[in-house]
């Protein structure tokens, strides 16, 4: 069972050393498709012994697709800059390759990091992705937010033991840089969906987002970092509807 990992990338030099040093020895190849990058992610990736791949940016999907399509090997492991496989997962992909795989394809639970701190309630987690496949079992979709695997019909998919551990937002100023982006994303997916008139939503929807993620689904447990990241979530359920009210009035 020989398995390339593949990794896209824009200025990444915080990040990448540790993801690669996760998958070393767990890892075939390693192939990094970067969109144009100005620090030092292309040196860390060639000292990390990855292949290193230019390629303009064609959305998160299709990147992603791409970098497979690079892939020598049979078996793709499908990583982001900031993850990294936690020893448990390197374990349990290091016995797949040796045991011989028993499935299409395989997700695991992500586990996310937060200001200081690894959230195991408030709705993120366990997260679950599917980022192992046997080539031609799946396929990144092609949507501009939220990106996801597409298992093909009939593959099986199993889980592996084992946390992908995702180093995903350091600092509050960040947190709401995120949201900033990434509800403009999605307020301009929801429009060109029809979906303008549920602009309404932005009375409601936020307390409904804070009280499912902080009482239903235990944020109080994360202490603070719970609460933070259940009330800027609610503030951004609120941000992606009242983008999506001012886009639907300008359309009109």
């Given at each position: 069972m020989k398995l390339s990992a593949t990794i896209i990338t824009l200025d990444e030099e915080a990040n990448l050393g540790r993801c690669l040093a996760s998958l070393r020895g767990v890892a075939d190849e390693v192939v990094v498709l970067d969109s144009g990058s100005k620090d030092r992610t292309e040196a860390i990736a060639r000292e990390g012994g990855a292949v290193f791949v230019h390629q303009p940016w064609l959305g998160y999907g299709p990147q992603k697709n791409a970098a497979?399509?690079?892939?020598?090997?049979?078996?793709?492991l499908s990583l982001d800059a900031d993850e990294a496989l936690s020893d448990e997962l390197r374990a349990s992909l290091l016995?797949?390759?040796?045991d011989g795989p028993r499935a299409d394809a395989y997700e695991v639970n992500r586990l996310n990091w937060y200001c200081g701190a690894f959230l195991r309630h408030s709705g993120w987690y366990p997260d679950r992705k599917v980022r192992l496949w046997r080539k031609g079992a799946a396929?990144?979709?092609d949507v501009s937010i939220h990106e996801l695997v597409e298992?093909?019909?009939g593959s099986r998919v199993e889980r592996l033991a084992g946390d992908l551990?995702?180093?995903t937002i350091r600092d509050r100023?960040?947190?709401?840089r995120t949201i900033e982006r990434f509800t403009t994303l999605s307020a301009e997916a929801l429009l060109r969906e029809g979906k303008g008139?549920?602009?309404w939503k932005r009375f409601v929807a936020p307390g409904v987002a804070f009280l499912r993620s902080y009482v239903l689904k235990a944020g109080f447990l994360d202490g603070r970092a719970g609460w933070d990241v259940c009330r800027l979530s609610a503030y951004a359920t609120w941000l992606k509807y009242d983008k999506l009210?001012?886009?639907a009035r300008e359309r009109r």
């Open positions: 497979t399509d690079r892939a020598a090997h049979g078996w793709i016995r797949l390759k040796a396929r990144w979709a298992v093909a019909p551990l995702h180093y100023a960040q947190h709401l008139s549920q602009a009210r001012r886009l």
